[in-house]
């Protein structure tokens, strides 16, 4: 059975491409050159978009290892400087944030 589905396939395969052709053959010059117009504008099209992802990628990329250098500028910072920032942070989020005076409760983990 699997055998008569496979050479079904192939024969349908062959007689969609054969019939492909024929169409190809009977088309007048003004049909190949829409053709041709379609497919050099599905290429723009695609160079496009690759382009444009690329560019994406690179940002994306950027942004990434800026974040990664703020991360160990945080890490460097001591624990009252990062407190500010992060009142800071939260304040340009658009929250209300101060800072409490500080009582030495500074706990470290490492």
Known sequence: MK???FLLAAV???YIVYY???WLTSLNIYQWFIIISLILAC?????????????REAEERREYLERQSNLKDLMKMDWLEFEK?????F???GFE????????DVEKTS
């Open 3 to 5: 055998i008569n589905l």
């Open 12 to 14: 349908l395969i062959l």
């Open 85 to 89: 920032y992060i009142c800071d942070l």
């Open 97 to 104: 944030a101060s800072l409490t005076s500080a009582t030495g």
């Open 43 to 55: 290429m723009m099209l695609r160079r496009k978009y690759k382009h444009k992802k690329r560019m």
């Open 91 to 93: 304040i340009q989020l």
């Open 20 to 22: 492909f052709f024929i």
